[in-house]
């Protein structure tokens, strides 16, 4: 069975910067969609970045533009780098992996359709 494992969540001060780790177990990357979705506290579950796994453009939430980085490194281990974090960045975050066609629509949960799904971490940002 495939699955997901995040790493790296913790909690920071606002305008620190942090990397989130997601290794992939079981099944080999090729073609893939990866994403990274976040859950606020009573909120529902959102997406906020995702690329082709053999390259290509990446897509970001309007909310994290300019300050997240969605990447795979070259052991297969999909990151998302924050900085300059806010208080309304806390949450919790998962990692996904879904069809490559799907990528474009990636940041909707729904129309993602995402195969395998991460635990998720937790991240919190105090002002």
């Known amino acids: 069975q495939g699955q997901l494992v995040e790493s790296g969540g913790g909690s920071v001060q606002a305008g620190d910067s942090l990397t989130l780790s997601c290794g992939v177990r079981?099944?080999?990357?090729?073609?893939?969609?990866l994403a990274w979705f976040r859950q606020a506290p009573g909120k529902e579950r959102e997406g906020v970045a995702a690329?082709?796994?053999?390259?290509?453009?990446t897509i970001y939430a309007d909310s994290v533009k300019g300050r997240f980085t969605i990447s795979l490194n070259n052991t297969d281990i999909m990151l998302l780098q924050m900085n300059n974090l806010k208080a309304e960045d806390t949450g919790m975050y998962y990692c996904?992996?879904?069809?490559?066609?799907?990528?474009?629509?990636?940041?909707?949960?729904?129309?993602?359709?995402?195969?395998?799904w991460g635990k998720g971490v937790e991240v919190t940002i105090s002002s």
């Open positions: 996904a992996v879904g069809p490559g066609v799907k990528c474009p629509w990636a940041l909707n949960e729904r129309q993602f359709g995402a195969a395998y």
């Open positions: 079981g099944f080999t990357l090729g073609g893939n969609c």
């Open positions: 690329m082709r796994d053999g390259g290509g453009s």
